[in-house]
C-alpha cells in the first residue's frame, strides 16, 4: 500500500499554467504505476496521463495531449503533472493515483491506492 497526498490545485485563468504534485509514502514507490484523473461536476471520473514504473513510459488522454506532462521522482516517492495552455473544460478534481499491476492502461479500478484530491478551475 502507498499513501498519497496531492497538491497544487487552484484558481487560474484561461491559457495558464499549473503544477500539481503528488507526495507517496509507503514502500516501494518505484515499483508502481503513476496516474493522474479528474473528476468535474456531475461527470465520471476520467483517465488524464500515466507513467509507467519500467521505462517511465508516459500516456495521454488525448483532450491533454500536447498540454499536459507527467513526471516521476523516484527518489522523492512524487509524480507531477504540468498543465499548460489551460482550458475551462479543465476545470475539476484532480487525482493521483498508483496502481501494481501489471502495465494498467487508464480504467479506474485498475489503481488500487487513490489521493483526496486538489481542486483545479479554470476561469474564462
Known amino acids: 500500500q502507498v499513501q498519497l497526498v496531492e497538491s497544487g490545485g487552484g484558481l487560474v485563468q484561461a491559457g495558464g499554467s499549473l503544477r500539481l504534485s503528488c507526495a507517496a509514502s509507503g514502500r516501494s514507490f518505484s515499483s508502481y504505476t503513476m496516474a493522474w484523473f479528474r473528476q468535474a461536476p456531475g461527470k465520471e471520473r476520467e483517465f488524464v496521463a500515466r507513467?509507467?514504473?519500467?521505462?517511465?513510459?508516459?500516456y495521454y488522454a488525448d483532450s491533454v495531449k500536447g498540454r499536459f506532462t507527467i513526471a516521476r521522482d523516484n527518489a522523492k516517492s512524487s509524480v507531477y503533472l504540468q498543465m499548460n495552455s489551460l482550458k475551462p473544460e479543465d476545470t475539476a478534481v484532480y487525482y493521483c493515483?498508483?496502481?501494481?499491476?501489471?502495465?494498467?492502461?487508464?480504467?479506474?479500478?485498475?489503481?488500487?491506492?487513490w489521493g483526496q484530491g486538489t481542486q483545479v478551475t479554470v476561469s474564462t
Open positions: 493515483a498508483a496502481s501494481s499491476a501489471f502495465a494498467p492502461r487508464g480504467f479506474v479500478h485498475e489503481y488500487d491506492n
Open positions: 507513467i509507467r514504473n519500467i521505462g517511465s513510459f508516459t
